[in-house]
């Protein structure tokens, strides 16, 4: 929602001085001043002059609070008004009279971009001339986001302009921008806003932890070749940060901007933007939670690129190493020592004169035949390449400086000249990257090179641009550019300070618009170069960054100091990048500058090895500190942590899979994964890798132990599956020198590999699995594979994805997809962490192995020597699961063999030839005992209400077979088991849709069963338990030969296929992603027949099995998917719980019915309800119902013939429906349709230049029909609920808006102010009702969703103060329910709580529960349901008392239908009857439409009072609500048409005002002669003479007049 008219604060907790200016309002708290001086020093009469507040505080220091700030409401822009855009709103801006900035701009274009749910994108430009902007390949412009479902709302104070963002379900401010004036001049913009929170990450690149310092602190973003340390700026720019909110969610703020940049912190908390040119293009990612905050950076910068796998092994290099003869002597080392290896580097040694693209003749003129020489030992090689080209060469002996120089690719100075600068081999010239030519330039020296040495990766170094000189060798021209009025706090003190002229000219822009940009533009031309020259996956690691870099290019942390505190701060520096989106990111190991010390070095090659990029760097004069340089015992402890890394590789690269597909991160901060652990929030001395790995290194000189704090949880030691059972908490450590800690998440299943000593090696290698389980037996992991080194194997489908998952004591490895890159590699072993028990024995595949241990101290499960394919699926179980195969001695033991594709086959006779058929006669066919006679995939089941973060479908599979009765003849038998356990092949699943009579299941063969620690199970125990047997999703081919080999593939069952023209099988899409709620409740005991009944109760007794993946295909790398993720696995777990198998004999329910959906009548919904009127519903998205209706009323017909000679209640064991709403146009309003819904501009021409509206009757009519946009509900809503006059203006109604909240703040402190036993009273009558309804009323809104939020604490005050203005309602249950639309809607405490006084005592749709208010309401409509519909008026009256209660829609009266219909559709109903348009009662006639349109089951099949109170709370949620509509209005205008209405009628039509009976003629009213305190008709109306009663008439009559004395409402105390 974007409004103009915010209320905002930006003063408190004021100053006090006898020295305040006067004139100007400067009471400010000091933690909010904002400097008035920025951008130069000021004295008092300098910054009077900019009527600024000067107020000396003598005790700060230097960099403290600012003496020189801005008033309150300092001048600034003026807003005008907003207007639409294709991408969004737009206004200008201007200011009356200039700032005190040179060449200030006195008028702006303000763009405001909805541009998703989760985004706002606001841009600030001057509309007369075109200034820089980044040319950034930002996501491309969309068509704005739905408003509806906006997180955020934008609020614009108009002079002086400023805007406010809200995150939508708090209210919470996020950003606002009035607390300081907006300043936007040639050189110098600025812009400032307050933050929710002081927990701010980000303003990189700095030497800082992983939070920001706010006390008065300031951040330059200015790419500087400048080894890392604190205060200073270094060699990236990234003007991201991510603010903890401090309740779980997160935004972040982006600022797209690459001039020069100044974030100056301050403790409000606030902070202010200054920067020295281009446009101000600021984005605000609303996440809710951390994570997606990242994701939404990162789809905005570009998501990382997928690095190749070489390039995740140990990396070598020196600035030292003179020659090839020393490099091979350090690879042969390494090796000799048993180092893993995987990628030698060379520094600038390599050139010739220090020259790129040459080597030097003599010391490594053998260079091509190294490079050669580590390929064939599975190694590769990566050198450094800087931009600058030596400019001082002969002409004609260096082709890169010549032919450059004649294409004109070079940086100009303003003279039109090279640029010469001054770099390692002295004069030199610096490409121009944003030069289309200079790209290609590039490229062709690159394939020079490479021609030469067939190098696999380059380290483009020195590219902030680095220069030795200031600017030039010929120094800089003095002008605007190479001095601008403010330079921001930066090493040097002048923007050219150690980098090029400001002035050189590029071809976008001057270098002043583009040096930070210089790092990118070069990594984009490397990236394209090497990919185009290797044409395989290109590996590139810069120095200088910006947003954006991850897509081309890793980074590591640069030139670090050799000491404990450079390596205790890389880690922020690393999980900083992971939030930038450059995951392949880390520091030099054991440190670049200074000597190491033996200790140093193995706590960093310990960190180190958990860096996703690993390498070991050392300057020239440095001592060496390759690995096999230190004593034995070092070397060991460097050698196991970098062996231990290169078994991880694996789940590093399905990491880097995961971030390069769907945005997510390798090294991650833990207050990513545990946002709403406030010991998470600033932690930087552990990291996890992925939400798997908790890495807790020791980071202190000394140091045995260590204090690591443990999130909720059990961990497990990763060594040797060690528990810690976390509470969240610090837990010492031991952490002896040898040793990092690590320690695996419950839940998890980490995929990894026999190591060695390359990557080229270790992939040949064996796998293992290291499986934690959680506390409840679960756990899952996933595998991304594919050969490593070819580009877009995504899109191309080639790779390989398996996913592992474990529950009820076994494991299932799936792979989803497979390619060539798993040929030939096994998985040898897998440890069990967290197995409670000595298992009696393990089986895979079914066959028992003898291999396995289990330490009973560590609980851990370890089975070895396994050759398992890991191109195959695969089970492992252990304990007490029963596992088909071979026993010891030989004996052959089988498990039931049924496909999927079996099952279906066996549907594919049609029902007809199986129900038509006469028992007993002689020729007719016999009964089928045990056929399928329909089947259907993706029948769904939904949950009762929905569950936060739980989507709406559990599908799965249905089938119908035909068995015996003796009573009945035939019943048939329905089957429902959830998708998930199919796919899996689940053979207990398979059996409950295998009928009992079937010759599979009829000669069951034994089953193994090892060793219980319980007693054995009964023999139907045993047959039905659950073996969780995870998904089967590998490719099986459906064939016509053996039923018993037939199987049907995932993909088949997961796309709409038919088996053949007779077959009544019908197969549609699944409903699996996402997946759905958990049911509410459960049916299960009820349908369930014995066996399964106690299959169930053990299942639910006992964790179920996760599910398989919720997608048949593994992710996308195209479409930036996913794929299987863990807390969609946990929903499936939870689904299985709550929504497992349905199974009921049909013959034995009450009624089945079916309601049809849609117009071609095979979707809807299969309602069965037992006969203890327990009832379950089935959903049928994708057709079929119909087909199922055809095998119901065959099967009807075949009973009745069957049954004619048996009695009637045993008959009526099967009451059979089908409902096909529909209503043709003949019966609809004449006037529907005419009118469009009420939008914006609309809505204003129904107003007059005051603000009035003009036609109340037209508008109430056009509402009637048409409904009201959502956008503009909280703005219409209060005048049809009577809050605002139709006749007042726009003035009167703010002015009646102060006056009704002053009277709204008076009632809440009464009760505020209750003595204590009038507390008490009011607690026991009232709040203890309310507080129990609030925490559980629509938490599926946004508006209302998550812990402690504050709107769903305003919904119970609102809700509390309306009991105390009128205690003789107090609070009645659902009420709750009937404020939580007007409170989202309306979003304003005091206006929300008198429109629902207006709406419970104004509009008479809402009935006030009072028992005269119901009685009226059932009274009027018992007479319209006489009158419209007399033959279900008449089944009332023959139950009696009873019936003519109407017990099915008090819910519909009391709560406004928002229990019967979706949210969209109730509230377009409320705002039909809220129009009153022709009768005040419209709700009555929607009652009479339900009834009308889905009732006549009730009287055909003479439903009882219960069965009738079941029929109709079966719809809930299912009916047509726009058919509803239309049905209602249509019954008005019949009404109207009416020539005569009963008295009883007469008030229906009182209170609406003028219009309901001003059609040509007016009804004569007809007395009913019950008026029994009047002798005459007080309506005037006349009596019709009648016949005599019959006896039985006056029966029913005196059942009816009893039952009109006894319907009482009893509101709650």
Known sequence: MITEEPQVENTADYVSTDQLPTGKSCSVAVERRFDCGRDRSLTWAACEERGCCYVPLPWTAFGGPPWCFYPVSYPGYRMGALVPT??????????????????????????VMAEEAGRLHLTLKDPFHARYEVPFAAVPPSAPADMQTLLYDVEFQPDPFGFVVRRRSNGRVLLNTTVAPLLFADQYMQLSTTLASSVVSGFGEHYTGLTLDLNWTSITLWNRDMAPHSDTNL?????????????????????????????????????????????????????????????????????????????????????????????????EKMHKANFPLDVQWNDLDYADKRRVFTFDPQRFGDLPEMVKEFH?????????????????????????????????????????????????????????????????????????????????????????????????????PNNELENPPYVPDMTGGHLNSGTLC?????????????????????????????????????????RSSFPGLGRFSGHWTGDVRSDWEQLRYSIPAVLLFSLYGVPLVGADICGFE??????????????????????????????????????????????????????????????????????????????????????????????????????????EEGAVELAAYLPPGMWYSLYNGQPYNSKGQYLLLPAPLDTINVHVREGHIIPQQVPALTTAASRRNPFFLTVALSSEGWARGELFWDDGDSLNTIERGDYSFIFFLAGQSQLVSEPLKVNGALDGLVLGEVRVFGVPTPPAGVWVNGTKVQDYSYRSDTKVLTVSNLALLMSETFTMQWSGVICSGTEEDGSSTQVLEM?????????????????????????????????????????????????????????????????????????????????????????????????????????????????????????????????????????????????????????????????????????????????????????????????????????????????????????SESSQSQGVRWEEQQKVLALEQLCGVFRVDLGHMRSLRLFFSDEACTCGQLVIASRESQYKILHFHHAGLDKLAEVFQQWKCCRETQLKDQVADEKSCMQFSIRRPTLPSTETHPEERLYRRLDVSSWLRHLNHSGQVEEEYKLRKAIFFGGIDPSIRGEVWPFLLHYYSYDSTSEEREAWRLQKRSEYQEIQQRRLSMSPEEHSEFWRKVQFTVDKDVVRTDRSNMFFRGENNPNVEIMRRILLNYAVFNPEMGYCQGMSDLVAPLLTEIQDESDTFWCFVGLMENTIFISSPRDEDMERQLMYLRELLRLMLPRFHQHLMRLGEDGLQLLFCHRWVLLCFKREFPDTEALRMWEACWAHYQTDYFHLFLCVAIIMLYGDDVTEQQLATDQMLLHFSNLSMHMNGELVLRKARSLLYQFRLLPRIPCS??????????????????????CTGEHPDSQSCPYGGTATPQPPPSPSQLNESKRSSKARDIFNFRKQS
């Open 899 to 1115: 496909s999927f594709g079996r099952l279906l086959r066996r549907a594919s006779s049609k029902a007809s030839d199986l129900l038509t058929f006469n028992a007993g006669s002689a020729g007719s066919r016999s009964v089928l005992d045990g056929e399928i006679i329909f089947s259907k995939n993706n029948v769904c089941v939904h949950p009762a209400e929905p569950l936060p973060g739980l989507p709406e479908h559990h599908p799965g599979y249905l089938c119908v077979h035909l068995e015996k009765d003796e009573t009945l003849g035939s019943t048939l038998i329905l089957t429902w088991v959830p998708n998930s356990r199919i796919q899996r092949q689940d053979e207990e699943a398979l059996r409950y849709i295998t009928p009992e009579s079937s010759p599979v299941r009829r000669n069951p063969r034994r089953r193994p069963r090892p060793p219980q620690h319980r007693p054995p199970p009964a023999p139907e125990e045993e047959e039905d338990e659950e073996t969780g047997v995870e998904p089967s999703l590998q490719q099986l081919q459906l064939e016509d030969g053996d039923e018993g080999s037939c199987e049907l593939s995932a993909d088949e069952v997961s796309r709409d296929s038919t088996l053949g023209s007779d077959s009544d099988t019908f197969s549609s899409p699944f409903c699996l992603s996402p997946v759905s709620e958990a049911l509410g409740e459960s049916s299960s005991s009820v349908f369930l027949d014995n066996e399964s009944r106690e299959m169930c109760d053990e299942s639910m007794t006992h964790s179920a099995s996760s599910a398989s993946s919720l997608d048949s295909h593994a992710p």
């Open 376 to 476: 064939q030992q599975g190694m590769k090689y990566v050198l450094i390449l800087d931009p600058g080209i030596s400019s001082t060469s002969t002409p004609g002996t260096y082709k890169p400086f010549d032919e450059g120089e004649r294409r004109g690719v070079f940086i100009k100075n303003l003279t039109g000249q090279t640029l010469i600068g001054k770099v390692w081999p002295g004069p030199t010239a610096f490409p121009d990257f944003t030069k289309p030519d200079t790209v290609s330039w590039w490229e062709e020296c690159i394939r020079d090179f490479y021609a030469k040495v067939p190098l696999d990766g380059l380290w483009i170094d020195m590219n902030e641009p680095a220069n030795f000189v200031q600017g030039s060798v010929h120094g800089c």
């Open 86 to 111: 294709p991408r969004g709103q737009e206004a200008n801006l201007t200011r009356s009279s200039p700032s005190y900035l040179p060449r200030d701009i006195s008028t702006l274009t303000l763009e």
């Open 594 to 699: 200074g000597d190491t010390s033996e200790e140093l070095c193995v706590r960093w090659t310990q960190l180190g090895a958990f860096y996703p990029f690993m390498r070991n760097h050392n300057d020239r004069p440095n001592a060496p500190q390759e690995p096999y340089v230190f004593r034995q015992q070092a070397q060991a402890a460097m050698r196991s942590v970098m062996t231990l890394r290169y078994s991880l590789l694996p789940f590093l690269y399905t990491l880097f899979h995961q971030a390069h597909s769907s945005a997510s991160t390798v090294a991650r901060p833990l207050f990513l994964e545990f946002p709403s652990d406030p010991n998470c929030q600033t932690i930087d001395k552990q990291f996890l890798w992925g939400s798997s790995l908790l890495i807790s290194p020791v980071l």
């Open 235 to 331: 060699y990236g720019s990234h003007p991201f940060c991510l603010v903890q909110e401090g309740d779980g969610q997160a935004h972040g703020i982006f600022l797209l901007n690459s001039n020069a940049m100044e974030v100056a912190l301050q403790p409000g908390p606030a902070l202010t933007w200054v920067t020295t040119g281009g446009i101000l293009d600021l984005y605000i990612f609303l996440g809710p939670d951390p994570q997606s905050v990242v994701r939404q950076y990162h789809q905005v910068i570009g998501y990382p690129m997928m690095p190749p796998y070489w390039s995740l092994g140990f990396h070598l290099c020196r600035w030292g190493y003179t020659s090839t003869n020393a490099t091979r002597a350090v690879v």
């Open 502 to 542: 400001m002035s050189s000219q590029q071809t976008l822009s001057s270098h002043y618009n583009l040096h930070n940009l210089y790092g990118l533009t070069e990594a984009m031309a490397t990236y394209s170069a090497l990919l185009k020259v290797r044409t395989s996956r290109p590996f590139v690691l810069s």
């Open 1545 to 1566: 009628l007469h008030d229906l039509c009182k209170l609406c005002g003028p219009g309901m009976w001003d059609s040509r003629y007016i009804p004569a009213v007809e």
